[in-house]
């Protein structure tokens, strides 16, 4: 109703955007010549309440009167926008001005932005409006995720730094217990202009300890992300303007909102469809369970092959007969492993994740004592595999118990050697240890992927416990290789004569 009565008094002729240097815009509007109430020209301004404040020499007193703006009513407002901003409902604050006697429209340079502060002074304060904008309820405990993760949150901001600082109190960002620190400098919120204020030094240590920046200029975004950058922190920054873009594209993580502008999302690496802040929250633990999951396949299957691979060449080294033959290396790689591997991939993540601290960003995939325990398991099962196999020549009820002399120089083995008189050449064929060998290998390696699981006693019961080879790989692989044996078996006596 009032914006009616407005349009039908006054016609808007030019509009002078927003700057962050002064903090606030303004239109310009013209009597409507048709009415005759209607006043002259006038300008209307709303902006910061400090800025605009700072800009007003006069206040509206009911519908028109207006009087000097003392420094002590000016203290008074300011001190009641402040409240508003930290009281209960947080409100955030948005100061109204006008200027009734403007310059002439046709002397008004819209094309130099540092001019319109200029155009906007003598004004006279009309009133100031709190404008309710609660934080999401699901902030609060993705903030309190994040702290057990490590994970620093700082709120860089335009608003009042009161407001910014309450905001921060009820979402979680600054605690009770640095709140009480704050009286020392240690969490307490910085404006811009204190912040251009500090030293270099100082500058520095506070992107360290403060949480809460306000009334920044978009300068200030891409200097805080240089000096976290310096302190060797890996900083992830949201935006959703043009002056958000520099920053976001400094920092090694930009995430712009999903209703932010082309240039934030160009510049951005990744691009939050929903505008939620827990969702950054569950895209980091999603990212740790994802690189967890690699560690844990690349430690499986690295520690196996090794195995297969000392495997093969302990019967070469010692001149055994064959353990395993290349069909037989090739089913446990591309079946019996499959299921472990598989499984390790789309293994979900651990409880505890949340609760680990960030991994530096130096910290190699595969660092030198991970690649020893994969020598170290790999050595293991490569040995046992080959003990298995000798062990059925040389000490099995059903073996031919031959010497190691023997097994290592079966192939000396003839009729007239004295070294193997009573052993029967052909035993050395037998398909038995190969299937001994095979046996150990995958149940070793079903061991393995346990191993290979962070949480052994935890995720490996789970899924030994399922009744479904599908949620429980392991025995899926061991049904496989169980089915593979009687398969053989029967194969082998269809094959024998009568």
């Not at 160009?266 to 967890?292: C, K």
């Not at 960030?358 to 398991?377: A, G, M, N, V």
């Not at 393995?448 to 692989?477: C, K």
Request: hydrophobic share 40%; glycine share 8%; aromatic share 6%.
């Amino acid at each position: 109703m009032v914006s009616q009565v407005i349009k039908q008094l006054m016609k808007k002729e030019l509009t002078l955007e927003f700057s962050r240097d002064r903090k606030s815009m303004s239109v310009f509007c013209s009597s409507n010549k048709h009415i005759r109430s209607a006043s002259g020209a006038k300008m209307f301004v709303k902006g910061a309440p400090e800025s605009v404040l700072e800009r007003c020499n006069f206040i509206r007193v009911g519908a028109s009167c207006r009087v000097p703006l003392s420094a002590a009513v000016r203290e008074q407002i300011l001190s009641t926008v402040r409240e508003w901003g930290a009281g209960r409902d947080t409100l955030r604050c948005l100061a109204m001005a006008t200027r009734d006697t403007p310059p002439d429209i046709k002397g008004l340079n819209v094309e130099n932005s540092a001019t319109f502060a200029d155009y906007e002074s003598d004004l006279t304060f009309v009133g100031c409006v709190g404008m309710l904008d609660p934080p999401r309820k699901e902030v609060l405990s993705a903030v309190r995720m994040c702290r057990q993760a490590g994970i620093r949150v700082i709120m860089i901001t335009g608003d009042n730094k009161g407001t910014a600082l309450s905001i921060c109190r009820r979402v979680g960002i600054i605690t009770e217990q640095e709140e009480e620190q704050e009286g020392l400098g240690i969490n307490g919120g910085l404006t811009g202009r204190e912040f251009d204020e500090l030293p270099p030094h100082l500058q520095r240590q506070a992107c360290r300890t403060v949480r809460c920046f306000a009334r920044v200029e978009p300068a200030h975004k891409s200097r805080i992300v240089e000096y976290l950058q310096s302190l060797n922190e890996i900083t992830a920054m949201t935006g959703d303007g043009v002056n958000d873009a520099p920053a976001l594209k400094k920092a090694e993580i930009g995430i712009a909102m999903g209703s932010g502008t082309a240039v934030a999302k160009s510049a951005s690496e990744m691009i939050l469809a929903d505008d939620n802040f827990s969702t950054i929250v569950a895209a980091v633990e999603e990212g740790r369970a994802i690189y967890n999951n690699m560690k844990q396949f690349i430690r499986y299957l690295i520690s196996s092959n090794i195995g297969e691979v000392v495997c093969i060449f302990l019967t070469a080294a010692l001149g055994m007969p064959e353990a395993l033959i290349p069909v037989q290396l090739l089913w446990v790689n591309l079946v019996t492993d499959g299921f472990p591997a598989t499984a390790l991939g789309f293994n979900p993540p651990d409880l505890d994740i949340m609760s680990r601290p960030p991994r530096t960003s130096k910290e190699p995939l595969i660092s030198s004592w991970l690649f020893c325990r994969y020598l170290i398991i790999g050595c293991y099962v490569g040995a046992a595999t080959v003990g298995a196999a000798a062990w059925w020549f040389m000490a099995a009820h059903d073996g031919p118990k031959v010497s190691f002399y023997q097994l290592s120089h079966y192939l000396q083995c003839s009729e007239g050697h004295a070294e193997f008189a009573g052993v029967q050449c052909s035993i050395f064929e037998s398909p038995y240890p190969m299937t001994m060998a095979l046996s150990v290998l995958v149940t070793i390696e079903m061991c393995n992927a346990l191993n290979s699981v962070t949480s052994v006693f935890r995720q490996g019961y789970s899924r030994i416990s399922s009744d479904s080879p599908l949620s429980n790989p392991e025995d899926g692989s061991t049904q496989v290789h169980i089915l593979d044996i009687a398969v053989m078996d029967i194969s082998t006596r269809e094959d024998s004569p009568l």
